[in-house]
């Protein structure tokens, strides 16, 4: 069951992604996948509901009338998917911390601190800076 709504919450993500980027091609580039990739997931999700979601023809892609109500519900999962995978990593502290600095401060409080705070949010990647310019002064 699991593979089963991992393949229609992917087709789901690809078909929202083709409406909000207007077209396969540009989908498919910020999804870094084929065009091809892309027109099979959304042919398969269609052949699945046995409804056509989107017009396509060479110059345009618009929804078909069956489009939007699936748009809006497909969004809907979406959301309630990411809202329930944030809820699960409640309390994990992850991402990207820049931090600019003056060199004497940064060697006297930064730095002795990082060993620390990395072993403790190791899902946490630093960009140090340091300058020995202070901000404003000439």
Not at 56 to 82: D, F, I, K, W
Request: aromatic share 6%; proline share 4%; charged share 20%.
């Amino acid at each position: 069951m699991a593979k089963v709504l991992t393949e229609q919450s992917g087709e789901m993500e690809v078909f929202l992604r083709v409406i909000e980027q207007g077209g396969f091609s540009a989908a498919a580039r910020s999804l870094d996948l084929a065009p091809s990739a892309v027109s099979k997931l959304v042919g398969r999700l269609e052949r699945r509901l046995r409804v056509r979601l989107l017009h396509r023809t060479t110059r345009a892609l618009t929804l078909s009338l069956e489009g939007p109500a699936y748009q809006r519900a497909a969004e809907q999962v979406v959301q309630v998917m990411n809202d329930a995978e944030d809820a699960a990593s409640n309390g994990t502290v992850r991402g990207h911390l820049r931090i600019n600095s003056t060199l004497p401060f940064g060697q006297k409080y930064i730095a002795p601190a990082l060993p620390s705070f990395l072993a403790r949010y190791g899902d946490v990647t630093v960009d140090l800076s340091f300058t020995a310019a202070v901000a404003g002064s000439r």
